[in-house]
């Protein structure tokens, strides 16, 4: 469970100061499926960004599974983030040196995880999302799409409790938006929390609701449809 | 992870060839001159008998003119050789557990494979050369204080001589032709090459032992005049091998080899009472001035390393700063050039410290190659040095080819300096990335 209390984030320089988060609540319950939409430079990034521990925020609270992570050390949030929270982003970000089997590889090495482990979740990770066949494909041969896939699996294979999507189909076209937004869909029937930045309305409408982020201000929530209950059988979603 | 780093840092050199040969060689060039010059000045200021250091000493005694010292540039010091009468006088003396009187002389050698006459090297010497200097024998030994006495003789091969004489063959109770005298073979050293070589600084510090070695008495009796150092401070009449050995002229060594600090006591009471005496004699106008010096002020004394090289070594440390520096700078760029994939490895969990160690292991597989690289150049640059001041030993520039080889010294000289490369040129650019904020880059790539 993600909940925020009052975050203000303010970017400073010597001159100009810019509000990105003005007093931002909100409560993402465990299981949840969260559209944040709002027009470009409304802080949706900068919202990402905190939530996923990439950026310190200003005044507020924060909590993550309960937990207060306000002022943790750069070590416990770097495993909180490898743990807990997966990342998809609208350009993949893939690791371009790296093939589709060790770009999934990254978040299980800094776990630390056992050899055999590791190389059942990145197969498990990469069924999943339907490109087992691309595994030692380097991202430069692959679709934008099959990228994304890619990045998903990455984001997915160290099970964590939220993913946090900023624009993932932003760089894809519709047939290919659509297929992402179902494996995203199909995940979080499986238990996963995700929220997903968007300006598209028409993929804000697949989540459970959207909340609308105007200059650094939650302004109002849509409701969509009622929260799936989570399937834990993962050989059924994949089938 | 340390696998992990060093596989990510391998792929990164493929990537990016160009840059990497450019540090690696950056690296290899300061670490190849740095430790040329270390090796070379390392042999120089080496003490190659240090074990011994405490039991050791130079014999000299001030026998000069009153007017002026006889080292001009260090008056302080007695002139570095004895007089031949002030040597044999206290040869006799029985407090040292080993004596050695010697001087080098030029011979003539034929017999063996050596069907023409050969010039070489040799030493007269007394018996106690060989174990007071610990020359490691191959075939037989030395001789005996009778063979100095006799004279009888006997002969010492080198290493090198034996060889081109006797094929590397054990010669023991072979006879060849020495100076057109026969003499017996008793025994054949093993190689032997102490840098420098302390017992006889006088031409050069570092030439090669000499080629064969015969009993003091030798000297005398075949009016054998050095081929070293001969000093002197007045004129005298010196047509005569006789007429040199009462001379003040100073052309013999003196070593002693002192069991402890009693023994040392009375060493040197006897050169002061004998110094006493010989001035009520007429003799040693300048003040009291009886030295028993160690090898190692022994080698400070004679200037072996000397401040010109000290310079070098720091210029070859600023060298290789420069190198590292410009390492620095490049690996700066390629690191800072990988930020937005240090930005994606951030938000799937890697550490500030993560970052850093695995770009301090890119830092160190860098160096490490560049040190690989280092050994061959500093092989290359001591080939150098030795092609340089190549010939032979005892006329050319001190022997300074004779020291310049790669060796184990050298070795971990280039381990140290890998380790403080890889520190130097890592450390900053490792620091520096893992202060990279990974937002910055994750919307932008």
């Not at chain 1, 975050?7 to 949840?32: C, F, M, N, P, Q």
């Not at chain 2, 190549?390 to 000289?413: C, K, R």
Request: charged share 20%.
């Amino acid at each position: 469970m993600l909940r925020m209390r009052n975050v203000t984030k303010i970017y400073r320089t010597d001159v100009i100061e810019t509000h990105a988060l003005r007093e931002v609540s909100l409560e993402v319950s465990t299981g949840e499926f969260v559209a944040i939409m709002g027009p470009s430079g409304s802080g949706k990034t900068t919202f990402l960004n905190v939530a996923g521990l990439l950026e310190p925020f200003d005044t507020g609270t924060f909590e993550l599974d309960g937990a207060d992570v306000s002022r943790l050390s750069d070590r416990t949030l770097a495993r909180l983030r490898n743990e807990k929270i997966g990342f998809i982003f609208q350009s993949f970000n893939l690791i371009p040196d790296l093939n589709v089997y060790d770009n999934v590889d990254v978040p299980l090495r800094y776990r630390r995880m056992p050899a055999a482990q590791r190389h059942q979740r990145i197969t498990t990770a990469l069924e999943l999302v339907g490109i087992t066949s691309r595994m030692k494909h380097v991202p430069a041969q692959l679709s934008g799409g099959q990228q994304q896939r890619v990045a998903i699996a990455r984001a997915i294979a160290g099970e964590p409790s939220f993913l946090l999507a900023d624009e993932p189909t932003g760089n894809l076209d519709s047939t290919t938006a659509g297929q992402v937004m179902d494996l995203l869909e199909r995940i979080n029937k499986m238990g996963t929390t995700i929220v997903m930045v968007t300006h598209d309305p028409e993929l804000a409408r697949r989540a459970h609701r959207s909340v609308h982020l105007i200059d650094g201000r939650l302004s109002d929530t849509e409701i969509y449809r009622p929260r799936a209950v989570a399937s834990p059988d993962l050989g059924a979603a994949t089938a | 992870m340390l696998g992990y780093y060093l596989r990510l840092a391998l792929k990164s050199f493929t990537r990016d060839p160009g840059a990497t040969a450019l540090m690696v060689f950056a690296i290899a060039l300061g670490i190849g001159v740095c430790v040329m010059t270390l090796t070379v000045y390392h042999a120089m200021a080496g003490n190659p008998i240090w074990w011994k250091n405490d039991r050791l000493y130079a014999v000299t005694m001030d026998s000069w003119a009153a007017e002026r010292p006889a080292i001009r540039d260090q008056p302080q010091l007695p002139p570095w050789q004895l007089t031949y009468t002030d040597a044999t006088y206290l040869f006799n003396s029985s407090i040292p557990e080993r004596k050695v009187l010697m001087y080098p002389v030029a011979a003539v050698v034929m017999g063996g494979n050596q069907g023409k006459p050969l010039k070489v090297t040799s030493r007269v010497t007394s018996a106690d050369f060989f174990p007071m200097f610990e020359a490691p024998f191959r075939y037989g030994s030395g001789w005996n204080a009778s063979a100095d006495a006799g004279p009888e003789p006997v002969i010492v091969l080198s290493y090198d001589l034996n060889e081109r004489m006797f094929g590397g063959a054990n010669s023991v109770s072979r006879i060849l032709r020495w100076n057109n005298h026969d003499f017996r073979v008793v025994g054949v050293l093993d190689r032997w090459q102490p840098q420098p070589r302390f017992y006889d600084l006088t031409k050069g510090h570092f030439n090669e032992p000499e080629a064969a070695y015969v009993p003091w008495g030798w000297g005398k009796a075949l009016q054998l005049r050095t081929v070293g150092e001969a000093k002197y401070w007045k004129f005298e009449k010196l047509d005569t091998f006789e007429q040199l050995l009462g001379s003040e002229v100073t052309w013999i060594q003196m070593w002693v080899e002192l069991p402890d600090a009693k023994a040392r006591t009375r060493m040197q009471t006897l050169l002061d009472t004998y110094w006493a005496e010989q001035r009520k004699a007429g003799r040693f106008a300048r003040p009291q001035n009886n030295r028993l010096t160690t090898v190692s002020q022994w080698l400070r004394d004679n200037q072996v390393v000397q401040d010109d090289n000290r310079l070098l070594v720091v210029l070859a440390f600023v060298f290789l700063g420069v190198c590292l520096l410009n390492t620095v700078g490049l690996l700066l760029a390629k690191f800072l050039s990988g930020a937005p994939v240090v930005g994606i490895r951030r938000a799937l969990g890697a550490s500030r410290s993560q970052i850093f160690i695995q770009h301090l292991v890119h830092a160190g597989a860098l160096a490490f190659a560049g040190s690989l690289l280092g050994v061959g150049l500093t092989a290359l640059f001591l080939w150098g040095v030795r092609s340089m001041y190549g010939g032979d030993p005892d006329t050319s520039s001190g022997g300074y080819q004779a020291l310049a080889h790669f060796n184990v010294i050298s070795l971990v000289w280039v381990t140290g300096l890998a380790v403080v490369a890889a520190l130097v040129a890592g450390l900053y650019p490792a620091w520096r990335i893992g202060r990279v904020p990974p937002a910055l880059y994750l919307k932008s790539q």
